[in-house]
C-alpha cells in the first residue's frame, strides 16, 4: 500500500504545482493586459471616460479627458456625467436611447459643456465591457469643435455668396431703371421754370430717385459687383477724416480713442469704399451705446500672417497686413446671431431706426478689397470688429487738380447701351453739353 499512497501524493502534489503556474501564467496575462488597456487609455490622443453601468459614476478618466473638461482627475473620479452638468437633459436622454436601442453609440453629435462654460461639440462613442469586478461603460470623445466651426464658416460663406449674386442682379436692373427716371427729371427741370407748380414735383421725383439709387449703390456694394477703382492709397488719412468727422456726429456721452501710428501703410483701395466702411462700422457702435455711452475705440496696427495664422482669419493668403479694429463698450452681440448680422436688412433696432444694411455694406466692400472682417463680442462685455486689409508697397497716387472748362467741340460720339431709353438720355445730355 505504501507505494500507491507515495504516488497519490506525487500527483497532487504535481496537480497543485501545476494550477500555481497556470494561476501566475494567468496572472502575469492579465498583468500584461492590463498594461496595454492602461498605455491605450492613458495615452489616447482622443478623451475616455470609464463609468460604472449601474450607477453612472466616473471611475478612471484618462489625462486627455481632464484637458477636455478643465476638471483636475480628483474633481472627477466618483461623481456622474449628470452632476458634472457636461450635458444637457436632451442630450442625455439621446445618449440613453440610443445605447438601449443598439447596445453601443457610435458618433453620436452632443454639446459638451466644460468647467469655465464654453460649449464644445464631441462625436460620442460608447461600449460596454468587462473589467474584473464588473461592467463598465468606455465612452471616447471625439472632438470636433473645430471642424463645426469651420463648416458654418463656409456654410456662411456660400450664403452671403448666394445673396449677393442675388442682390447684384437685381440692383443692375434697378439701377437702368433709375438712370432713366433721374435723367429724364432732371433734363425736364433744365426745360421747366421754378415759378412752374411741375417743377417743385419734378425735384420730388429726383430726390426720391437719388434716395432710391443710394439704397441700390448699397446692395452693389455688399454684392461685390461695383466697378471699383482700386489705387494705392495711404490708409491712415482715410481713418483720421472719419474720425474726425464723427466728432462732430456722435452724442457727447460716447468718447472716441484712437491708437493709430502712421508709418504711411498702404493698401490698393477705394478710398470712398473705406471711408465708407469705417463711417459705417463707427455709427453701428455708436448706436449700440446711445443709451448708456460708452467709448468707441479704433485701432491700427500692421500685422503678418503665416500658415499657422488664427482660425478667425479664413480665406487670406500668408503675408503683410493691415489689422483695423473698432470695439465698443456696449451691450455686446448675441452669438446665436453672429452669422447673421452681415446679412442684408438683418437689424436689432427698433422700426425706423436701421435699414440692416451697413454691416452688409461693409462686408461687401471688404471683400472686395481682398480682405476680411470678423466679430468677437460677448453679451454684455461690448464688440470688437477686425478688418485685415493686404498692405502693398506702391505709394499713393497724387490726385490731380480737374479742370473746371467744359470741353465742347464738333465731333461724333458713338453711344452704346442695351436699353434704348438710356440711349436716347445719353444723347439728349450730350447735345445739352455741346
Known sequence: ????????????????ARDITERRLLEQILRENELKFRSLFDFSPQAIALTEKETGRLMDVNQKFCELTQYDKSELLGKTTTEMGFYSQTDRERFIA?????????????????????????????????????????????????????????????????????????????NNILSIIIGNTELALDDVPEANSAHFNLEEIKSAGLRAKNIVSQLLAFSRKTDQDLKPV??????????????????????????IDDAGETVLADPVGLNQVMMNL???????????????????????LDTTSDKNEPGLPPGDYVKITVSDTGPG?????????????????????????????????????????????????GAVFSIL?????????????????????????????????????GQRMMERLG
Not at 495711404?234 to 491708437?259: C, G
Not at 448708456?292 to 479704433?298: K, M, P, S, Y
Open 282 to 304: 463707427c455709427i453701428n457702435a455708436s448706436h449700440a451705446m446711445e443709451q448708456t455711452g460708452g467709448v468707441l475705440t479704433v485701432n491700427m496696427e500692421s500685422v503678418i
Open 333 to 381: 452681440i448675441d452669438p446665436k446671431i453672429f452669422d447673421k448680422i452681415f446679412d442684408p436688412y438683418f437689424t436689432t433696432k427698433g422700426v425706423g431706426k436701421g435699414s440692416g444694411m451697413g454691416l452688409a455694406v461693409v462686408h461687401g466692400i471688404v471683400k472686395n478689397h481682398n480682405g476680411t472682417i470678423f466679430v468677437d463680442s460677448e453679451p454684455g462685455k
Open 98 to 174: 440610443e445605447f438601449k436601442t443598439h447596445g453601443t453609440v457610435n458618433g453620436l453629435e452632443m454639446d459638451f459643456i466644460t468647467k469655465d462654460g464654453s460649449v464644445l461639440t464631441e462625436l460620442m462613442f460608447c461600449r460596454l465591457v468587462s473589467l474584473g469586478d464588473g461592467p463598465y461603460l468606455l465612452t471616447i470623445f471625439v472632438d470636433v469643435t473645430l471642424q463645426k466651426h469651420l463648416e458654418n464658416q463656409l456654410r456662411q460663406a456660400q450664403k452671403m455668396e448666394s445673396i449677393g449674386t442675388l442682390s447684384g442682379g437685381i440692383a443692375h436692373d434697378f
Open 389 to 425: 486689409l493686404p498692405k502693398i508697397d506702391e505709394k499713393p497716387e497724387v490726385k490731380a487738380e480737374p479742370s473746371m472748362d467744359l470741353p465742347t467741340g464738333s465731333e461724333t460720339i458713338l453711344f452704346v447701351d442695351d436699353e434704348p431709353s438710356i440711349m436716347k438720355l
Open 1 to 16: 500500500g505504501a507505494p500507491i499512497y507515495r504516488d497519490n501524493k506525487i500527483g497532487a502534489i504535481i496537480s497543485i
Open 234 to 259: 495711404a490708409i491712415v488719412p482715410v481713418i483720421k477724416d472719419a474720425i474726425q468727422f464723427l466728432r462732430s456726429t456722435i452724442p457727447a456721452s460716447i468718447d472716441i480713442y484712437a491708437d
